[in-house]
C-alpha cells in the first residue's frame, strides 16, 4: 500500500518574521526556506521582515506606508537588518530599512510608522474598485505548483483561494482580463495585522497569469499603503495588471478584511518576459 506523502511543516507567520536584535537599529533573521517561490523568498515577506524592524525602532507601533526596491534576491538563511530613524513626529515617523546578506545588500526600503485607530470609519470610499462577494467556500484553493510543475513552497504555507472566474490559468484557459480575485489565509488561521498586511499584497500570483503565463515575474519596486487594522479571519485579494510594456508590468493589489473594509493597497513594478 503506497502511503500518503506527510504534509510540510507549517512556519506561522509570525515565527518566520521574528528578529533578533544584535545592536541598536541592528538585527538578525533567519528566511524562512518554505516561504518561497522556485526556491527565492517572496517579495512581500522580505518586506514584512524590513517594516516588523521599522517598528522595532520606531516609537509608534505599526506601519502605514513602505517602499521597498528589490536589488537581488538574499537565500534562505541568515540576514542582516539595519533600520534607522530618518524622522520621529507625533503622529508619524519615517525609518531607513536594509536587509543585506554576506555583506550585499538586498532590499533597500523606506517606512512611514504611525498610529492605526481600530475604531475609526471611512470619511469616503468611492474611489476604491467594488469588493467581491464570491464566498470563501465557493473558492478553490490553488495547488503547491505551477502550471509548469514548478514548486511553490508558499502555496503549502498559506492558503490561496482563487474565486472560479478567475482560475482559468490553473488549466490553460486565462480569461485575458488580467485580474485574480480571492481570499488570503496565514498558517494555522493567524490574524493579519499592519506588518502581515505588507506580506499579503505580494501574496497572490501575478495578474499576469490571467493574460499568459510566464515562469518568473520578478519584483523590482513594490510600495504599499496600509489604511486600518484589520477584522480576524482571511482577507478577501484583487490583483489587477494595469499595462504591460517593455518586458515590464506594473500591478495594483487590494485587500479587504471579512467585513468589507479596504485594509490595505499597493502597486509594483515588475520585470516579465511574454510572447
Known amino acids: 500500500m503506497t502511503m500518503p506523502a506527510p504534509s ?3 512556519f506561522p507567520f509570525a515565527e518566520v518574521t521574528t528578529l533578533a536584535a544584535s545592536g541598536p537599529g541592528h538585527f538578525h533573521a533567519e528566511v524562512n526556506d518554505q516561504w518561497t517561490i522556485g526556491g527565492k523568498p517572496n517579495g512581500g515577506y522580505l518586506l514584512a521582515l524590513l517594516g516588523r524592524a521599522a517598528v522595532f525602532v520606531s516609537q509608534h507601533g505599526h506601519v502605514i506606508a513602505a517602499s521597498a526596491h528589490y536589488l537581488r534576491s538574499p537565500e534562505t538563511g541568515p540576514v542582516a537588518i539595519e533600520a534607522e530613524v530618518l524622522r520621529t513626529g507625533r503622529a508619524a515617523s519615517h525609518v531607513r530599512a536594509r536587509m543585506c546578506q554576506d555583506g550585499r545588500a538586498c532590499v533597500e526600503a523606506l517606512v512611514t510608522t504611525s498610529q492605526l485607530d481600530g475604531a475609526t470609519a471611512p470619511y469616503w470610499d468611492y474611489g476604491s474598485p467594488e469588493v467581491s462577494q464570491v464566498a470563501y467556500e465557493d ?10 510543475g514548478m514548486r511553490v513552497a508558499i502555496m503549502e504555507q498559506i492558503e490561496v483561494r482563487l474565486e472560479p472566474e478567475t482560475s482559468g490559468f490553473t488549466t490553460g484557459v486565462p480569461s485575458g482580463r488580467g485580474e485574480l480575485r480571492g481570499w488570503l489565509s496565514l498558517p494555522n488561521g493567524e490574524s493579519f495585522d499592519p506588518t502581515s498586511l505588507l506580506f499579503a499584497v505580494d501574496a497572490f500570483p501575478p495578474a499576469t497569469f ?3 503565463f510566464a515562469g518568473w515575474v520578478p519584483t523590482l519596486e513594490l510600495t504599499v499603503y496600509v489604511r486600518a487594522l484589520p477584522m480576524p479571519g482571511p482577507v478577501r485579494v484583487l490583483q489587477r495588471a494595469q499595462l504591460i510594456d517593455a518586458q515590464r508590468v506594473d500591478e495594483s493589489c487590494f485587500i479587504w478584511d471579512h467585513r468589507g473594509r479596504l485594509v490595505a493597497h499597493a502597486t509594483q513594478l515588475a520585470g516579465i518576459r511574454l510572447g
Open 8 to 10: 510540510p511543516p507549517r
Open 139 to 148: 473558492c478553490q484553493r490553488l495547488a503547491s505548483r505551477s502550471p509548469s
Open 210 to 212: 490571467d493574460i499568459e
